[in-house]
């Protein structure tokens, strides 16, 4: 026994099982192990340069963390200068971007909204006028027919708030509310849908905070009263996505949500957003397959995009992609 302690320094396993002083186990063995499975909750958000977790909130320094203010990608003050990014000093007043292309759409999304409400051109309305002959509605050409970009963070306006609470009513006609069960306001759960709408970083709701503030609606409108609405969200060049979308009862089979995603989609195609993604409900999949050209995301792609987008994923629902075909405005003299 004598000779096996003395030896015992020279021998891996009992380097391994910490017999020797000073010398930690775990570490030991984890340097031993072959490979380390991990929850792949865990491998999703940190900073995607280093993908770490890891941040310090005492003081401005090299494990300061800043989120982008367009795509939402979490990036370490330190890593950012170690890839030669940005090189802060301190936390920037106002917006942060992380790269020139989420400056760009931030700019854009800013500008259409200022714009206000456009009304669609002649052409962009034959599917419209082919569905309204078809079900014998009213004609395409009685009807004003426009659209808009609304964001929930500038919602001060009376016009623009009466405008959401009308897409909020279309989604509550739609859907049942979106709720936290875990999340609670006095007696009752706290409905999502009104503060997705209008974009409050609330921290109780865990799987929504730092994401509402840069949500966007896309409204269609028929005579300036909201028949189709959608939430979308754009995650920087590679990404945009669509959580939420209707369009009101009275509406329905008519044509104007088609009309809705062909504005939207050429919208994030004129922005050179490569990919949309949304989440279908079982019973609407086939159509987003089918009629508006979606795929299905394999797990091994959706974990992908995971680990670096804080994607909106509701439970019951599958993941779908759509390659974004790009959009060339041809008509320069309009602002939008």
């Not at 340097?31 to 340069?49: D, M, N, T, Y």
């Not at 009263?225 to 979308?245: D, K, M, N, T, Y």
């Not at 995301?297 to 974990?303: D, H, I, V």
């Not at 987008?309 to 320069?332: A, E, W």
């Amino acid at each position: 026994m004598f000779q096996k302690e003395k030896f015992v320094e020279h021998n891996a396993n009992a380097i391994a099982a910490g017999r020797v002083a000073g010398v930690d186990p775990i570490e030991q063995i984890t340097k031993r192990c072959i490979r380390i499975v991990k929850s792949p909750e865990a491998q999703f958000g940190g900073c995607v340069l280093c993908r770490s977790h890891d941040f310090s909130k005492i003081k401005f320094g090299p494990r300061t963390v800043i989120l982008c203010d367009q795509c939402e990608k979490e990036f370490h003050v330190g890593c950012l200068k170690d890839h030669n990014m940005d090189d802060l000093k301190e936390l920037p007043e106002g917006n942060w971007f992380c790269c020139s292309n989420c400056n760009r759409i931030h700019s854009a999304l800013q500008k259409l909204v200022v714009h206000g409400e456009e009304r669609l051109p002649e052409p962009s309305l034959n599917a419209l006028k082919k569905k309204h002959e078809e079900n014998g509605s009213e004609s395409v050409a009685d009807l004003e027919i426009s659209w808009r970009v609304l964001s929930g963070k500038m919602s001060a306006s009376t016009e623009t708030r009466v405008l959401l609470n009308e897409a909020i009513d279309i989604f509550h006609e739609r859907f049942d509310p979106i709720i936290d069960p875990s999340i609670k306001s006095g007696n009752s759960t706290r409905d999502l849908i009104p503060a997705m709408t209008y974009g409050k970083t609330l921290t109780e709701f865990a799987v929504f905070s730092c994401r509402t503030c840069h949500l966007h609606w896309a409204l269609l409108l028929c005579s300036h009263v909201v028949v189709s609405a959608g939430i979308f969200r754009i995650l920087g060049q590679e990404l945009a996505e669509l959580p939420l979308v209707a369009t009101r009862s009275s509406s329905q089979g008519q044509g104007y949500f088609g009309l809705l995603f062909s504005c939207i989609e050429k919208l994030v195609g004129f922005l050179t957003v490569k990919n949309l993604v949304l989440p279908a409900a079982e019973e609407a999949e086939s159509i987003w397959l089918n009629k508006f050209g979606f795929s299905k995301l394999s797990p091994e792609e959706l974990f992908e995009y995971r680990k670096t987008y804080q994607m909106m994923i509701f439970q019951g629902t599958s993941m779908l992609r759509k390659p974004v075909p790009r959009c060339r405005i041809i008509d320069k003299s309009k602002n939008a």
